[in-house]
T-cell receptor
Framework: DTGVSQDPRHKITKRGQNVTFRCDPI?????LYWYRQTLGQGPEFLTY????????KSRLLSDRFSAERPKGSFSTLEIQRTEQGDSAMYLC????????????FGPGTRLLVL | AQSVSQHNHHVILSEAASLELGCNYS??????LFWYVQYPGQHLQLLLKYFSGDPLVKGIKGFEAEFIKSKFSFNLRKPSVQWSDTAEYFC???????????FGAGTRLAVHP
C-alpha cells in the first residue's frame, strides 16, 4: 500500500516567483484534498476534488492559487507571485469517498518564501 | 463558522501517567470526529474516528476517545503514556455534509522517561 506522496518535500523560493507542487493520492482514491498548515496551527482546508472536478474552494485560496487534477489521479497546486505569507506546509490528503471514509495525508511540501 | 478548540497547547507528562486531551467543536448537527497524530518527522496519521454508534471509540496504541454530544466534546484518553507517545495531536471535525476537515490548533505532548 503506497501512501499519499508529495513532491517536492521542500521548496525555497524568492518572493514573486511561481511554484508548483504535486500530489499523488492513494491509487483508486477518488477524492483529493489540499490543506495548508502554518506554525502552531492545525491544517486549514484549501480545496477538494472528486475525480477531476474541483468541488469546493476555501476563501483562503486567493486568485494567486490554482489547483488542478486533470485526469482524476495526481493533482498540482500552483502559487503565482509568491508572498512571504505563503510560507507554510502544504498538505495533500486522499480518501475513497466510500462509507466511513478517512482522509490519508501525505508528508507535505514545506514552502519558504524569502 | 465551524470551529474546533483544543484546550491544551502543550502537555508534559512522565511515563505511565494518564492522559486526557480536550477537544470541543462548535457545530450542532451531525458530526464525524477524528483524532490524528503527528510523530516527530512523520506525517499525520489517523489515531481514531467516530461516525456513529458507541460514543466510546478505541483507536491504535491504546488510545480511546469519548463523544459527548451534549458537551460538543470528543476528548482523547490513554491510561498510561509511553515515551513513544511524544507527538502532536490534532482533533478534527467533518460536518454539515461537507467533506473537508476542520482541525484544532493541536496539542504538543512531551512524555519524559
Amino acid at each position: 500500500d503506497t501512501g499519499v506522496s508529495q513532491d517536492p518535500r521542500h521548496k525555497i523560493t524568492k518572493r514573486g516567483q511561481n511554484v508548483t507542487f504535486r500530489c499523488d493520492p492513494i491509487s483508486e482514491h477518488n477524492r483529493l484534498y489540499w490543506y495548508r498548515q502554518t506554525l502552531g496551527q492545525g491544517p486549514e482546508f484549501l480545496t477538494y476534488f472528486q475525480n477531476e472536478a474541483q468541488l469546493e474552494k476555501s476563501r483562503l485560496l486567493s486568485d494567486r492559487f490554482s489547483a488542478e487534477r486533470p485526469k482524476g489521479s495526481f493533482s498540482t497546486l500552483e502559487i503565482q507571485r509568491t508572498e512571504q505569507g505563503d510560507s507554510a506546509m502544504y498538505l495533500c490528503a486522499s480518501s475513497s469517498g466510500l462509507g466511513q471514509e478517512t482522509q490519508y495525508f501525505g508528508p507535505g511540501t514545506r514552502l519558504l518564501v524569502l | 463558522a465551524q470551529s474546533v478548540s483544543q484546550h491544551n497547547h502543550h502537555v508534559i507528562l512522565s511515563e505511565a501517567a494518564s492522559l486526557e486531551l480536550g477537544c470541543n467543536y462548535s457545530y450542532g448537527g451531525t458530526v464525524n470526529l477524528f483524532w490524528y497524530v503527528q510523530y516527530p518527522g512523520q506525517h499525520l496519521q489517523l489515531l481514531l474516528k467516530y461516525f456513529s454508534g458507541d460514543p466510546l471509540v478505541k483507536g491504535i496504541k491504546g488510545f480511546e476517545a469519548e463523544f459527548i454530544k451534549s458537551k460538543f466534546s470528543f476528548n482523547l484518553r490513554k491510561p498510561s503514556v509511553q515515551w513513544s507517545d511524544t507527538a502532536e495531536y490534532f482533533c478534527a471535525v467533518k460536518s454539515g455534509g461537507y467533506n473537508k476537515l476542520i482541525f484544532g490548533a493541536g496539542t504538543r505532548l512531551a512524555v519524559h522517561p
